[in-house]
Nanobody
Framework: QVQVVESGGKFVQAGDSLRLSCIIS????????TGWFRQAPGKEREFLGR????????YSADAVKGRFTISSDNAKNTVNLQINSLKPEDTAVYYC?????????WGQGTQVTVSS
């Protein structure tokens, strides 16, 4: 089993930066990648990007547009999402998941609210 816990979400002002963290524990040896997603009220969950265990990053161009950066610390089993120049439309619950083969382990999410 794999446990995933997100943290770092809070209420911020437009233009601020924020760093979200995803801590993964349990049977982590089989994890091949960790992805970040978000879900705004009334909308479907949206893919933001992912990072493999070898630190290869892939981003969703539509969602990211150069403001999002994913990094990882394999020794600490932590994957971070740095968001710069926050906008009100970034308000959402942010989730990460860990991929083990075809399985996906999700966290409970962390709320980010951006005020204009």
């Amino acid at each position: 089993q794999v446990q995933v816990v997100e943290s770092g979400g809070k209420f911020v002002q437009a233009g601020d930066s924020l760093r979200l963290s995803c801590i993964i524990s349990g049977s982590t040896a089989g994890i091949t990648a960790t992805g970040w997603f978000r879900q705004a009220p009334g909308k479907e969950r949206e893919f933001l990007g992912r990072i493999t265990w070898s630190r290869v990053q892939t981003y969703s161009a539509d969602a990211v547009k150069g403001r999002f950066t994913i990094s990882s610390d394999n020794a600490k089993n932590t994957v971070n999402l740095q968001i710069n120049s926050l906008k009100p439309e970034d308000t959402a619950v942010y989730y990460c998941n860990a991929a083990v083969g075809t399985l996906r382990y999700w966290g409970q999410g962390t709320q980010v609210t951006v005020s204009s």
